[in-house]
């Protein structure tokens, strides 16, 4: 992934060079933090967690959130990531043109595809209006998921998904023009994800990847 953000990086500025345009650097304008919080408008969970982010066995606990990102066609991509607090194993991602329904549910259904049938998790997200709603609430009860919030307002409460969301711009969108459209977003993520889950270490898992540590974890 590295040589071909290199060789991509290489080309793209090859380019610019040559149509005289400057580089727009990643920046809190181009990515800025999207907000859904609306208030009270159905049900909100405790904050179990209380900013202790220490569990070390895989689908126990699971973070979500939605950020934005600008595209060059003036139109802002709205991203919904799942991450497994202890691999940091990004369990669903994606991607639309509105914070709709359709995207959180997406979402969701993306994360109970990659989860054993037996898995229970705490789903932990913000007060974000589409959290609170029926719809989500009930597919986390039908699945017999235990649902948890941050504060209003703390993001810290939910470090570990803005953790996930700060390499992603940074790691992919640094340095580089805004992605052209959401179609060029959805094809460099998804290249990505992979990248994250199958090649990217960290000494919290051990220096092994996401999904080397997640495999390592249940057969031991």
Same mark, same amino acid.
């Given at each position: 992934?590295?040589?071909?953000?290199?060789?991509l990086?290489? !080309?793209?500025? *090859?380019?610019?060079?040559?149509?005289?345009?400057?580089?727009?650097?990643?920046?809190?304008?181009?990515n800025?933090?999207?907000?859904?919080?609306?208030?009270?408008?159905?049900?909100?969970?405790?904050?179990?967690l209380?900013?202790?982010?220490?569990?070390?066995?895989?689908?126990?606990?699971?973070?979500?959130d939605?950020?934005?990102?600008?595209?060059?066609?003036?139109?802002?991509?709205?991203?919904?990531v799942?991450i497994?607090?202890?691999?940091?194993?990004?369990?669903?991602?994606?991607?639309?043109?509105?914070?709709s *329904?359709?995207?959180?549910?997406?979402?969701?259904?993306?994360?109970?595809?990659?989860?054993?049938?037996?898995?229970?998790?705490?789903?932990?997200?913000?007060?974000?209006?589409?959290?609170?709603?029926?719809?989500?609430?009930?597919?986390?009860?039908?699945?017999?998921?235990?649902?948890?919030?941050?504060?209003?307002?703390?993001?810290?409460?939910?470090?570990?998904?803005?953790?996930?969301?700060?390499?992603?711009? !940074?790691?992919?969108?640094?340095?580089?023009?805004?992605?052209?459209d959401?179609?060029?977003?959805?094809?460099?993520?998804?290249?990505?994800?992979?990248?994250?889950?199958?090649?990217?270490?960290?000494?919290?898992?051990?220096?092994?990847?996401?999904?080397?540590?997640?495999?390592?974890?249940?057969?031991?």
């Amino acid at each position: 992934m590295d040589k071909l953000k290199l060789h991509l990086g290489d !080309t793209i500025r *090859k380019l610019m060079r040559e149509l005289d345009i400057q580089v727009s650097l990643y920046n809190r304008h181009r990515n800025g933090k999207y907000s859904s919080y609306h208030g009270t408008v159905g049900q909100v969970a405790d904050n179990k967690l209380k900013q202790e982010f220490n569990e070390v066995w895989p689908y126990q606990v699971i973070h979500t959130d939605v950020t934005q990102v600008r595209l060059a066609n003036h139109q802002w991509a709205y991203i919904s990531v799942m991450i497994d607090e202890a691999s940091q194993e990004i369990l669903a991602f994606q991607i639309n043109t509105r914070p709709s *329904k359709d995207l959180i549910m997406r979402t969701l259904t993306e994360l109970i595809d990659h989860l054993p049938d037996d898995a229970q998790p705490i789903i932990h997200s913000d007060q974000g209006w589409h959290y609170q709603l029926a719809y989500y609430t009930q597919k986390l009860v039908d699945h017999r998921f235990i649902q948890r919030m941050s504060r209003k307002g703390n993001r810290l409460d939910n470090a570990p998904i803005e953790s996930s969301f700060h390499l992603f711009k !940074t790691e992919l969108l640094a340095g580089f023009p805004p992605c052209k459209d959401i179609t060029e977003l959805t094809e460099l993520s998804q290249k990505y994800v992979q990248y994250f889950n199958n090649v990217r270490t960290t000494l919290k898992t051990k220096g092994m990847t996401p999904v080397e540590y997640r495999n390592h974890t249940l057969a031991a």
